[in-house]
Nanobody, 112 residues
Framework: VQLQASGGGLVQPGGSLRLSCTSSRSIFDITGVGWYRQAPGKQRELVARIFSGGSTNYADSVTGRFFISRDNAKKTVYLQMNSLKPEDTAVYYC???????WGQGTLVTVSS
């Protein structure tokens, strides 16, 4: 499966962005889809995950600010990011747990 991530960019602290991850086939199986991020010099970390039943979980650092959702018909998973902070700066990747497949990453820079 091929995953295409988009929506990154430069945003000021407190701003919002919405990332999209579009798949070449349905990826909404029981194992779900995740958004990860990797900041310079740091390990890649799981930010949010959505399962086939619609349940979600989030890293503590983004709970209440980031929201993951999906559109089955469009085979797309979204990550709405609000109240962005400089520490959210990273390359964001989507990941299919079932296919063990990564998107190419999209850079989010939070800076004034």
């Amino acid at each position: 499966v091929q995953l295409q991530a988009s929506g990154g960019g430069l945003v000021q602290p407190g701003g919002s962005l919405r990332l999209s991850c579009t798949s070449s086939r349905s990826i909404f199986d029981i194992t779900g889809v995740g958004w990860y991020r990797q900041a310079p010099g740091k390990q890649r970390e799981l930010v949010a995950r959505i399962f086939s039943g619609g349940s979600t979980n989030y890293a503590d650092s983004v709970t209440g600010r980031f929201f993951i959702s999906r559109d089955n018909a469009k085979k797309t998973v979204y990550l709405q990011m609000n109240s962005l902070k400089p520490e959210d700066t990273a390359v964001y990747y989507c990941y299919s747990f079932y296919y063990n497949s990564w998107g190419q990453g999209t850079l989010v820079t939070v800076s004034s």
